[in-house]
C-alpha cells in the first residue's frame, strides 16, 4: 500500500536583517535555515515529534534571494524507514523586490523562480514517535 504524500509549505518575506551581503543579498544559508523548518512540520506531521535532522545528501544554491522577495519553501517525504525519513525540498521565489524602481516596488512573479533544492535525511527516534 502507498503512503500518503507528506508535504509543507511555509511562505515569508526576506527582510533587511536577512541580507548578509552587499546589495541586499540574502546568504543561501537561509534556506537551508527554511528547509530546517519545513523538515520539521514534516516529522510532526507523520510521527508527532520533532525528530532531528541528520544530513543533507544533495543542496543547489540556483538564483539569488534579496531582502523585499517573498519566498514559498516546500518539503515533502518520499521515502520512510524505521526511524528515517528522506526528504525533497524547494525554494521558490514568488515576489520579486524591486528597488530600481522604487524602495517599495515588487512584482509577484508569474512564473516563481527556483532558489534552492536540497535533499536530506532525518531521523524520528522510535521512542519519541507518537503516531
Known sequence: MAME???STIRLRMSHKDAHYGGSLV???????LFGDVATELLIKLDGDEGLFLKYTD???LAPTFAGDY???YGEIYEVGNTSRKMRFEAKKVVAARPDISP???????????V???EGICVTPKESKRK
Not at 27 to 33: E, F, K, P, S, Y
Not at 104 to 114: K, T, W
Request: hydrophobic share 50%; net charge negative; proline share 3%.
Open 104 to 114: 517599495s516596488a515588487a512584482d509577484f512573479l508569474e512564473e516563481p523562480i527556483v
Open 59 to 61: 543542496i543547489q544554491f
Open 5 to 7: 504524500k507528506i508535504t
Open 116 to 118: 534552492c533544492r536540497a
Open 27 to 33: 546568504d543561501g544559508a537561509h534556506m537551508v535555515h
Open 71 to 73: 519566498i514559498e519553501a
